[in-house]
């Protein structure tokens, strides 16, 4: 994270400029962030357990799974909401305990989270900005500069590929897609490395899915390492180019795009290990078609071979 600027009118600089995010080559070697036996322990209820997870800049990890799977926990431990109680923790190769969302944003993890946390009844640029507004004049009677961020966010909008014909009106009445792309575009602005997306797609319909997963990939390409949590795995298989299933807070699942299809993925996804195990009884109702389940041994042998690649 780097703090910002004021503008240039009758203003003595007291921030740095922000500066573009480098763009890393995807796939690159060394990971931003890494999970290795990780797990989180509230009292005696294990929420999660045995995580291992790789970020590389210019990569979309997608980390899928049912409710109470252990995404939400894997989210606060990374956005150092909360802090692990086992395994290893590392940011750029050095294991840390983050204790606050604030030391995450410092090493340039973001979180845009499903109520992307904008005022809705503000403009579109001072939710760009808001709670680091630019300012001009000098102290004591500095006042904001609307010009500076007005056009700052229509330039940061238009790199990411987003273009609003107006940026004074309320951002509360752009679509759920539209206000997710801003709330990625804003993360990039302020120096994002690790970009983490909780179900961004979760309450948007299919036009507005495909804009949110488009300026996922807009994401990738500049460099960043992207968390995409979400429970669609199509959603998933669009864009990601890691898969990482949570079944009752362990690794069900880690494979690259390269040796995982669709419907493994979604098997994964749906609990095809269960409805395998009880695809006999299953046979046994009326109305029941058991036809497309997979066998039970398949499933195992696949997940097996994909964490022996992960």
């Known amino acids: 994270m780097t703090d910002h600027p004021t503008s240039s009118d009758d203003a003595t600089p007291v921030q740095d400029a922000p ?11 060394r990971p931003i962030v890494r999970l290795r036996g990780a797990g989180k322990a509230y009292g005696n209820v294990r929420a999660l357990h045995g995580v291992d997870l790789s970020v590389h800049p210019g990569q979309v990890t997608c980390v899928l799974g049912d409710n109470g799977a252990g995404k939400s926990t894997l989210i606060k431990i990374i956005s150092g909401l909360h802090q692990h109680t086992e395994g290893e923790f590392l940011i750029d190769g050095e294991a840390v305990h983050l204790s606050t969302p604030r030391e995450a944003l410092d090493k340039g993890i ?7 946390a904008t005022v809705p009844l503000m403009p579109v640029w001072r939710n760009f900005f808001l709670g680091s507004e630019l300012t001009k004049g000098p102290w004591p009677v500095r006042r904001l500069d609307i010009a500076a961020m007005k056009q700052t966010a229509d330039t940061e909008l238009r790199a990411m590929g987003i273009v609003l014909d107006d940026l004074d009106q309320p951002i509360g009445t752009l679509s759920g897609g539209q206000r997710q792309s801003v709330a990625i575009a804003r993360a990039v602005y302020f120096g994002a490395r690790v970009l983490i997306l909780d179900e961004p797609t979760a309450a948007l319909g299919v036009k507005q899915s495909g804009v949110v997963l488009k300026y996922i990939a807009a994401a990738r390409d500049r460099g960043l390492g992207v968390i995409f949590i979400t429970h669609n795995p199509h959603h998933a298989y669009m864009v990601g180019d890691h898969f990482s299933v949570l079944r009752l807070g362990t690794m069900e699942l880690s ?16 609990g095809g290990a269960e409805l395998a195990a009880l695809k006999h009884e ?11 389940l997979p066998e039970e041994q398949d499933l195992q ?10």
């Open 301 to 310: 042998a696949s997940g097996a071979a994909s964490k022996g690649t992960s």
């Open 19 to 29: 500066k573009d995010t480098p763009a890393a080559a995807p796939g690159d070697a």
């Open 255 to 270: 494979a690259s795009r390269a040796d995982v299809t669709l419907e493994e993925l979604t098997n994964h996804m749906a």
């Open 110 to 116: 973001a979180t845009v989270y499903q109520d992307l």
């Open 282 to 292: 299953l046979a046994q109702v009326r109305g029941v078609d058991v036809a497309g």
